[in-house]
């Protein structure tokens, strides 16, 4: 019998062994190497049975290979044996430098275990070094760090005899080739794998850049990108069609501009803590023209993780209908259907806003009073100057509860009061009455409450319709005879009242008789000519005072006005 020892059994071995290598390193898929790797036991290193279990992530060792029997590798490839059963085969029997030989006298104890195994019955070895059918012979395969890889279990050597020492080194070479080979097909395994995975996020960022690039584009309202940070920030990157249409201006001229430059110089603060904040705002945008629309902005700030926030996103809609309809529905409210002036609401509103609660003694103008209070400050007798010029001393009022040199301090107002102070002084500017009718030279608001004369027989005579083309005209003229900044409400009814801000008593009475003037002269309604008269109260409002209590006090003058004149004078109707 020949015998490994001899030196052409050697070569023959060696040459077989480099070929089966060889062809390790042609297999394309772990799958084709795992079976490469049992199919070169068998064919160039003389055994009959051979299977590799590989490692899985768990720890555990599934059979992943199988060559020599069909019947044997339909039974046990893909079953699993754990990693503890293994560790325990790999610590048995005897060591034949790095290969586990565990012969049949104590491999009796394995038969119970979890590891799938194969053997067929035979007879007892008739000598020593004869193979027995229940012998394991194990090539453990580990990686560079030492890290178990799989382990290369092998059965009945062709020539009946357990392997000699070089048959023990063919197979631990061939072992550690195979680790090798196994190791590099995962690694091209898991290159394929990220390559694939690589290609479908590239698939699907090209798919979402197409995505918002259509989006974008095609927006029915406007879109923009504006950088972040930096000497450039807020200006615009990119816009679509439907915010160069909005604002009026291509493209290619936007992109000069942030928003900054664009939107009205009322909205600015709004536009800069939205641009901050990364939220949402409602402010006015400037068209090509030299218009404004209003627009609501929402921003979405798009961060570069290693870099921090760098663009904003910014959705522009056009919200003009709407403003214009809450701005109808805002006059409705305050505003007099019929007449389209500032009703009672409003009137009192605006007069609320003029007037606080402390009454005002100060008598002197706002220089004279600002120089009396420094010289009484210095003088260190702020009472006595507070006295001798007619006003009171902020300081000194500040503990008495009394107004004090146009200044007022904090705590002596209900909260939400008109003109309740919010810091140490209040800047809030007086309202004065004068003492008298005679004009002293104290300018004041005025508060003129108008009450027609004969309206109520037009109404009876001609109807309603014609009741509201008078109060219409009567409007009209009482609008046009004042000034710009003057108010002219409807309380209700056929009354009216003027707020005209400035005035003395004189100017006062002078233009109660040319409204008075204005609303006599004949109004025609569906051809018929009908007058009016009117009657005036002149009252004055005053810090210390109610809205409420103005308007009464006007209203009995003009009470006492009326009853004044004659009834003859009084009808116009």
């Not at 529905?329 to 009192?348: F, I, V």
């Not at 006599?520 to 409420?548: H, N």
């Not at 009464?552 to 009470?559: G, I, L, N, T, V």
């Amino acid at each position: 019998m020949e015998t490994e020892s001899e030196p052409y059994v050697r070569l023959a071995t060696l040459r077989q062994l480099h070929q089966v290598v060889a062809e390790l390193n042609t297999a394309r898929s772990l799958a084709d190497t795992l079976q490469t790797v049992v199919d070169g036991i068998v064919r160039g290193l003389g055994y009959e049975l051979a299977c590799v279990n590989l490692v899985r992530p768990d720890g555990d060792l599934v059979v992943a290979a199988f060559a020599g029997d069909p019947a044997a590798e339909a039974l046990i490839t893909g079953r699993v044996g754990s990693r503890a059963a293994w560790e325990r085969r790999l610590t048995m029997g005897e060591e034949w430098d790095g290969l586990r030989f565990i012969p049949h006298t104590e491999g009796w104890v394995l038969l119970e275990d979890d590891v799938p195994q194969w053997h067929t019955d035979g007879p007892d070895p008739r000598f020593e070094d004869e193979w027995h059918p229940e012998d394991r012979l194990y090539a453990p395969m580990y990686a560079t760090g030492g890290e178990l890889l799989g382990v290369i279990s092998v059965d009945r050597p062709r020539n009946g005899r357990r392997p000699g020492a070089w048959g023990r080194e063919a197979l631990q070479m061939y072992a550690f080739q195979a680790a090798i080979a196994i190791s590099n097909a995962r690694l091209r395994a898991n290159m394929q794998r990220a390559l694939v995975r690589l290609e479908r996020e590239q698939q699907a960022l090209r798919a979402s850049e197409e995505s918002f690039r259509q989006a974008f584009e095609y927006a029915p309202s406007g879109m923009a990108i504006a950088e972040m940070g930096g000497d450039q920030h807020g200006r615009l990157l990119r816009t679509n069609d439907a915010l160069c249409r909005l604002l009026g201006r291509p493209a290619s001229v936007l992109r000069r501009y942030s928003f900054s430059d664009l939107v009205h110089p009322e909205d600015i603060g709004t536009l800069l803590r939205t641009s901050a904040e990364g939220g949402r705002a409602e402010l006015r945008l400037g068209r090509r023209d030299g218009t404004y629309v209003w627009v609501s902005l929402r921003n979405s700030v798009v961060a570069d993780a290693a870099d921090g926030p760098r663009f904003l996103l910014t959705h522009v809609e056009d919200i003009e209908e709407r403003k214009r309809h809450e701005l109808q529905l805002a006059h409705r409210a305050s505003h007099d259907s019929l007449t389209g002036l500032p009703n009672s609401a409003e009137l009192r509103a605006r007069l609320g806003a003029r007037l606080c609660r402390r009454p005002q003694s100060v008598r002197a103008g706002a220089v004279e009073a600002l120089d009396a209070a420094y010289e009484g400050r210095q003088e260190g007798s702020a009472q006595d100057a507070a006295g001798e010029h007619g006003y009171d001393s902020g300081y000194a009022a500040a503990g008495a509860g009394q107004a004090g040199d146009g200044f007022d301090f904090p705590g002596e107002f209900p909260a939400g009061f008109p003109g309740q102070p919010e810091g140490p002084y209040d800047h809030h500017v007086h309202t004065v009455a004068p003492d008298s009718d005679l004009d002293d030279g104290t300018k004041g608001l005025a508060v003129l409450f108008c009450d027609l004369d004969g309206f109520k027989s037009i109404n009876d005579r001609f109807g309603h319709h014609t009741g509201d083309a008078v109060l219409i005209e009567v409007a009209r003229r009482l609008t046009t005879g004042v000034r710009d900044g003057d108010t002219v409400a409807r309380l209700g009814g056929d009354e009216f009242v003027v707020l005209a801000d400035g005035l003395g008593a004189a100017d006062a009475a002078d233009l109660a008789v040319r409204l008075r003037n204005a609303i006599i002269p004949p109004i025609r309604v569906d051809g018929r000519a009908v007058r009016v008269g009117a009657s005036f109260g002149i009252g004055w409002a005053s810090c210390g005072m109610s809205a409420d209590e103005v308007l009464r006090s006007a209203d009995q003058r003009m009470y006492i006005e009326k009853r004044s004149r004659s009834k003859a004078h009084r009808r116009a109707g």
